[in-house]
């Protein structure tokens, strides 16, 4: 049977492949794919709680000190549905970090998100950011290519299922095996977002 490759891709895409392998097309209604959503952020919210599920190292101490620091604002970019991120951020109490979010809703594809992050820095807070000042953390090719699509600095992280060496390959502007080097990493995110 064939698989969806779930790396990097928003969930509208996701899911969107996922119907595409039962026969659904793009014809697919809103209705079924909305009540799909629906069963899916059910399912999520009761499973994160059942399951084992971790915060991965270094996350929740470099939140806390970017929280804390004067110049730096931290947004969510992410793939997921706007209630799958808060479902999952919520689990472990992250959501309080983040003061905005751009999110699969927003854009069909990654790459769409830091305008969309732009714009809500803009509206919502009155600060015209360029992309240059930004710095994008993930653990896929696609946060890599994302970053290097807006002009972003890439933050590229060894926790996720990419090998390793798949993500020096991008020559991502940092890489860590994982975020559990709070005093580097904050370096890295405070030089590329020029705050010092």
């Not at 939140?63 to 730096?72: F, T």
């Not at 309080?96 to 807070?125: C, M, S, T, W």
């Amino acid at each position: 049977m064939k698989r969806v490759d779930f790396q990097g891709k928003t969930d509208p895409v996701i899911l969107r492949e996922s119907l595409g392998i039962w026969g659904f097309g793009s014809e697919a209604d809103r209705d079924t794919v909305e009540k799909l959503k629906q069963r899916y952020f059910h399912y999520l919210g009761k499973y994160m709680y059942t399951h084992d599920s971790v915060v991965l190292p270094g996350i929740q101490p470099l939140l806390e000190r970017l929280s804390g620091c004067p110049g730096a604002i931290t947004g969510l970019l992410t793939g997921n549905f706007t209630e799958s991120a808060h479902i999952k951020l919520q689990r472990f109490g992250l959501d309080r970090y983040f003061k905005f979010g751009a999110y699969g809703d927003d854009a069909q594809h990654r790459n769409g998100l830091p305008p969309v992050a732009k714009k809500i820095l803009l509206e919502r807070f009155d600060l015209d950011i360029p992309f240059e000042d930004m710095v994008i953390i993930g653990d896929t090719v696609h946060d890599i290519t994302c970053a290097r699509a807006s002009g972003a600095v890439s933050i590229s992280v060894g926790t996720g299922w990419t090998p390793r060496e798949s993500l020096i390959s991008e020559n991502p502007d940092h890489f860590f095996d994982d975020l559990s080097d709070i005093d580097r990493v904050m370096d890295a995110v405070l030089n590329g977002a020029g705050i010092r």
